[in-house]
Nanobody
Framework: QVQLVESGGGLVQAGGSLRLSCAAS????????MGWYRQAPGKQRELVAS???????TYADSVKGRFTVSKENAKNTMYLQMNSLKLEDTAGYYC???????????????WGQGTQVTVSS
């Protein structure tokens, strides 16, 4: 089994910063890619940022220039540095990982439980 645990959410004023972490643990052969998603009340879950096994990041247009995704392979941990936060960044943030388990040829996605980010005016 694979577990993803997010941390770092909280309440911050607009213009402030937060850093989210997502730690993967369990029986992992390889993490192929990881990503951060968010879901605000009444809205669909959207991809915020992702990072490949090689460290190549991609971002949603709404967060480009403000958010930075990174990872530490040795710790199986991904981070999301969020700067210049806006009210519209308020959402539950979820990490996901595409993982290949030992002795398996295919991969599957695992999700964390989420962490709340609330941006106040």
């Amino acid at each position: 089994q694979v577990q993803l645990v997010e941390s770092g959410g909280g309440l911050v004023q607009a213009g402030g910063s937060l850093r989210l972490s997502c730690a993967a643990s369990g029986s992992i052969f390889r993490i192929n890619a990881m990503g951060w998603y968010r879901q605000a009340p009444g809205k669909q879950r959207e991809l915020v940022a992702s990072i490949t096994s090689g460290g190549n990041p991609t971002y949603a247009d709404s967060v480009k220039g403000r958010f930075t995704v990174s990872k530490e392979n040795a710790k199986n941990t991904m981070y999301l540095q969020m700067n210049s936060l806006k009210l519209e960044d308020t959402a539950g943030y979820y990490c996901a990982a595409d993982v290949t388990l030992p002795m398996q040829t295919s991969s599957r996605a695992y999700w964390g439980q989420g962490t709340q980010v609330t941006v106040s005016s």
